[in-house]
């Protein structure tokens, strides 16, 4: 947990936690600190789950000049 919060510094994820008014900028700083895991590991969750749908339909939209794709979005 503290890799990932290592790793989401400096990215503004706790801001943005903040404007969508999900938590307040304390409890999203103690988040990239992973102070307490088990609201860190849910905040992460929530953060990852919306992420994977963006990507996938970003993949699922892509064209492609090839019918040929080496591997599928799970892969």
Known sequence: ???????????????????AN????????????ATHIARTRRAYQVTAAPLYIIQFRAY??????TEDEPFGFDD
């Open 1 to 19: 947990m503290k890799t990932l919060g290592d790793w989401l510094k400096g990215s503004d994820w706790a801001e943005s936690l903040k404007q």
């Open 22 to 33: 999900i938590t307040t900028t304390s409890t999203a700083d103690s988040f990239l600190r």
């Open 60 to 65: 699922n939209n892509c064209d492609t000049d």
